[in-house]
């Protein structure tokens, strides 16, 4: 694979859990990103184990297949490892992520990987969706819309969730996460982060969510989002909930 030029923040969370899918201009790039903020691990460890759990929940739920958005390099506790009896379709709109992806999950009979665009539901490909969402239309799904909403203006943001609520069943539910505030006590992380980073203030969370229901765990930082044991000591610069679509 012709290594890439700039560095992606997919990668470079790769870096941080111990993966082995990135390449020397991420380290550089996670290496100075640290140097603005201090360390990331810890906080990116808290955010893929409330993936873990909130896929488990939605799971338990009877949800059997997952959709995941700007779903990075697909390693390290992502959906497929925590729930293997389910289907799980990953997408994204960078190429280097989605051949790594490929790469990585070739010969699987129910986890993939295609091209597909956040905040337009219709560019995921049909065939892939079929085959690994069969029922799509009828049958409750698990959407991971997570490390997105920061990218998203609140004009787009509330149209995307709009309309995955429409195109999905009810009894569907939504894995999802904001970016906090954090970052503004850290100018030069706060710089990295490009032009279209956009952090909020937790009380504005909820009206992003447009119709989907939040369950009665609420918005709250991830750590503290049904945690298995004592809630780990990180910064709150993530929160997040799981939202659901009723049925009837």
Request: with cysteine; glycine share 12%.
């Amino acid at each position: 694979m012709t290594e890439p030029t700039g560095p992606s923040t997919a990668r470079m969370i790769d870096f941080w859990l111990g993966g082995s899918d990135h390449f020397p201009v991420d380290v550089a790039a996670a290496r100075a990103f640290e140097q603005a903020y201090g360390p990331c691990a810890p906080v990116f460890r808290s955010l893929r184990a409330f993936l873990g759990r909130a896929v488990r929940h939605i799971a338990d739920a009877g949800v059997d297949g997952f959709l995941v958005f700007g779903a990075g390099v697909p390693t390290r506790g992502n959906v497929h490892e925590v729930v293997p009896d389910a289907s799980v379709l990953y997408t994204d709109v960078d190429p280097v992520a989605v051949r790594i992806g490929q790469e990585m999950l070739a010969g699987r009979e129910r986890v993939g990987y295609g091209f597909g665009d956040a905040t337009d539901p219709g560019s995921v490909d049909a065939g892939l969706r079929k085959r690994f969402l069969p029922g799509w239309d009828d049958r409750p799904v698990g959407v991971v819309f997570l490390g997105l909403a920061a990218f998203l203006d609140d004009d787009t943001l509330a149209r995307t969730l709009d309309e995955l609520y429409e195109a999905v069943a009810p009894g569907s539910r939504l894995a999802i996460d904001f970016d906090t505030e954090e970052l503004a006590g850290y100018p030069q992380a706060l710089a990295m982060m490009g032009p279209a980073f956009r952090m909020r203030p937790p009380e504005s969370f909820a009206g992003l969510l447009g119709r989907w229901q939040p369950t009665g765990d609420g918005i709250v930082p991830v750590a503290r989002w049904r945690p298995d044991g004592t809630p780990e000591q990180v910064p709150d610069a993530f929160y997040g909930a799981v939202a659901v679509k009723p049925a009837g």
